[in-house]
């Protein structure tokens, strides 16, 4: 008798050959994982009314704080593991949408988990529905029924959001009408995203070549997606749906206006929900362009994006009475101090170097103002590579690189470069996975941010390693100018 055909992994099909158990497995052990994690969060999330000024310490000596933090390390090692473990054998799409789908189920009922961000949302959107801009003044001066639940670095700062979020956030509050109705349909918004990402990432991988099981594996059953985006809640997930989503309708009908105007129309809205998500018009806009760059060809075709992006931005601004006001709060976020951030920590450092020498010296807006200038000038530089090379790829590079230079970073940031590149180079690069593997042992159940608590060594250590990735960067630009002798050439 004849064996059974048994499929093969990445077919398309449920593939049980060369691990089908492990498979299982892995499957069972995120949500394991995920319900540990849940479990923590019952026990010491980030609760309205919870210690403001937690420590690991104060955590462990508080109540159920080992079985807190003991489910939280077991929960996200297993979480970690199981992605990891499939990130070059999933077995089908099905298998890798339905996997993320129950890794997310426990977090969507779980107290908010690892920031106080939503209550945040929650005052601002109540600042909102009273009248009151909060671009203007930080929710201590505005009337918000909430304000002992906000963090207090962020309780006079004026709101980083764009203005469809902040929209948003004053429709759920107005609808509501209380705190924890409010986090439930934050929570559903985040879901939301989630869940529009899952629609326009396999688009997007199969328009770039990618193994469309394989790409919505790494973007969405990465274990930041669960413990932070639906967790936190946080407006990421909204803002990376839209741009994934913008981005597959663009790359699925370059040269075509109407669904050109509908991409760049997404990409706005992605804008108008977080400002970060600008860097990836212009990538759309070469992406737009059918046959090779020519100028004429660029304000042809991309013209459409970017006037669909710009559209919805300044509809919703002004339609909202809002104005450009969030530009200032975005250099309000600087206020944490984290060595996760690259120019921090080398901030950071230099600080404690002249502190053994008998100085004082702080370091931190030098470093931060020259990573600005260099993430300009390396946007720049990239767009113009990408002239004739892929621009979504790219665009996830430019993605990456925003977040990386930016004064401050917290983990969930690495979902936004994160669901691009899984999409449009997972077989190319795999250091961003283990960026969000590393990211997601770095906040506790309750908000609290290990890097916060270990400035030494983490900024010595973070430092260190840009230093390695800057040598390494430029022996590889320097070998790819170096000729190649004519004996190599004709061979």
Not at 25 to 41: D, E, F, N, Q, V
Not at 345 to 350: E, H, L, R, W
Request: with cysteine.
């Amino acid at each position: 008798m004849s064996p059974v055909p048994v499929p093969t992994v990445g077919a398309g099909r449920p593939g049980w050959q060369h691990g089908g158990v492990s498979h299982l497995l892995s499957r069972w052990t995120g949500l394991a994982g995920s319900i540990l994690l849940a479990l923590a969060a019952f026990l010491g999330g980030a609760f309205p009314h919870g210690n403001l000024h937690p420590t690991p310490v104060g955590i462990w000596q508080g109540p159920h704080g080992p079985l807190i933090l003991g489910s939280w390390l077991v929960g996200t090692t297993l979480l970690v593991w199981a992605w990891w473990s499939l990130r070059d054998r999933v077995p089908s799409l099905r298998w890798a949408l339905v996997t993320a789908g129950l890794w997310l189920l426990p977090m969507l009922v779980a107290p908010p988990f690892g920031s106080r961000d939503v209550y945040a949302y929650a005052c601002q959107g109540a600042s909102y529905a009273g009248g009151i801009s909060p671009y203007e003044q930080g929710v201590s001066a505005l009337p918000c029924p909430w304000l002992d639940t906000v963090s207090f670095i962020w309780r006079d700062t004026p709101a980083p959001y764009g203005p469809l979020f902040v929209v948003l956030a004053g429709a759920v509050v107005k609808v509501t009408g209380s705190l924890t109705a409010s986090i439930v349909l934050f929570r559903l918004l985040s879901l939301a995203g989630v869940a529009l990402t899952a629609y326009a990432v396999p688009v997007l991988a199969r328009r770039c070549g990618v193994p469309a099981e394989r790409a919505v594996w790494l973007a969405l059953a990465c274990p930041l997606v669960a413990m932070h985006l639906i967790g936190g809640p946080h407006n990421d997930s909204l803002m990376v749906g839209a741009l994934v989503a913008g981005l597959a309708v663009v790359a699925s009908r370059p040269g075509r206006p109407g669904p050109l105007l509908a991409g760049g129309a997404l990409l706005g809205v992605a804008v108008a929900i977080k400002v970060t998500a600008l860097v990836v018009v212009p990538f759309a806009a070469l992406a737009a362009m059918v046959g090779p760059y020519r100028i004429r060809t660029l304000v042809r075709d991309g013209g459409w994006v970017v006037g669909g992006a710009v559209a919805v931005v300044a509809g919703v601004t002004f339609g909202g009475g809002l104005d450009l006001g969030w530009v200032g709060g975005l250099s309000q976020g600087g206020v944490a101090v984290a060595w996760t951030s690259p120019p921090t920590a080398v901030g950071q450092t230099v600080g404690y170097v002249a502190v053994l020498f008998g100085a004082h010296i702080d370091a931190l807006p030098v470093t931060r103002g020259i990573a600005v200038v260099l993430l300009a000038v390396l946007l720049v530089w990239l767009w113009w590579r990408a002239r004739d090379r892929d621009p979504l790829y790219h665009a996830g590079l430019a993605l990456a690189l925003t977040v990386a230079l930016s004064p401050v970073v917290h983990p969930w940031y690495w979902t936004w470069p994160l669901a691009v590149l899984a999409a449009t180079a997972a077989l190319r690069e795999k250091w961003y996975l283990v960026v969000a593997a590393v990211g997601s042992f770095l906040i506790l159940p309750d908000g609290t941010g290990l890097p916060r608590w270990t400035k030494m060594p983490g900024a010595p250590l973070m430092t260190l390693l840009v230093i390695v990735v800057t040598v390494r960067l430029v022996r590889s630009v320097r070998a790819a100018r170096r000729p190649v002798p004519a004996d190599a050439a004709a061979d």
